[in-house]
T-cell receptor, first 113, second 111 residues
Framework: RKEVEQDPGPFNVPEGATVAFNCTYSNSASQSFFWYRQDCRKEPKLLMSVYSSGNEDGRFTAQLNRASQYISLLIRDSKLSDSATYLCVVNPPLGSSASKIIFGSGTRLSIRP | DVKVTQSSRYLVKRTGEKVFLECVQDMDHENMFWYRQDPGLGLRLIYF???????EKGDIPEGYSVSREKKERFSLILESASTNQTSMYLCASSEVTYEQYFGPGTRLTVT
């Protein structure tokens, strides 16, 4: 099993729809998690952190399910500008080197008018 | 706002040339990273530095070296460029919480 897995997509949804995707991880001791967004031919940008209690930022909600070892990202009322690749990031257990940070390969999202 | 800059957006080099990629961050971050990103392979860590003159190998260090003489600057060196090093190179910096901030990337082509 890969350490971090994401469905590569593409997810092709109409504007205004709600879309969700997951990211599974294998190391149960992983401590913290992030979602990044990467536009075509640009650098990844931090979208939001993922906390045990969940995290909401406007139309975006991130959640962590430690029992099943996955994080999720939900986008409500999707906009054309949400089209991008979404990368999940799994940080290593406390005390581990930052070189153990793992990026998922990304899920491509395309919003159509 | 955190700013991470990279010396070039696009670079074309010949096989066997020595290549320097420079990265500078302005937020006094301890950690700096060099990744390469290839289609279908995602982001792969080349080297990581957690302090001046301190470095750790990542997943794919072969053919690369790094230098961190000052806290704000982290350089990636391709000792003898090869065609399989054609890629997008991304530098990032972070504080201890590991929220990484990326530079705009350098698209390197080795011919």
């Amino acid at each position: 099993r890969k350490e971090v897995e994401q469905d590569p997509g593409p997810f092709n949804v109409p504007e205004g729809a709600t879309v969700a995707f997951n990211c599974t991880y294998s190391n149960s001791a992983s401590q913290s998690f992030f979602w990044y967004r990467q536009d075509c031919r640009k650098e990844p940008k931090l979208l939001m952190s993922v906390y045990s209690s969940g995290n909401e930022d406007g139309r975006f909600t991130a959640q962590l399910n430690r029992a099943s070892q996955y994080i999720s990202l939900l986008i409500r009322d999707s906009k054309l500008s949400d089209s991008a690749t979404y990368l999940c990031v799994v940080n290593p257990p406390l005390g581990s080197s930052a070189s153990k940070i793992i990026f998922g390969s990304g899920t491509r999202l395309s919003i159509r008018p | 706002d955190v700013k991470v800059t990279q010396s070039s957006r696009y670079l074309v080099k010949r096989t066997g040339e020595k290549v320097f990629l420079e990265c500078v961050q302005d937020m006094d971050h301890e950690n700096m990273f060099w990744y390469r990103q290839d289609p279908g392979l995602g982001l792969r860590l080349i080297y990581f530095s957690y302090d001046v003159k301190m470095k750790e190998k990542g997943d794919i260090p072969e053919g690369y070296s790094v230098s961190r003489e000052k806290k704000e600057r982290f350089s990636l060196i391709l000792e003898s460029a090869s065609t399989n090093q054609t890629s997008m190179y991304l530098c990032a910096s972070s504080e201890v919480t590991y929220e990484q901030y990326f530079g705009p990337g350098t698209r390197l082509t080795v011919t």
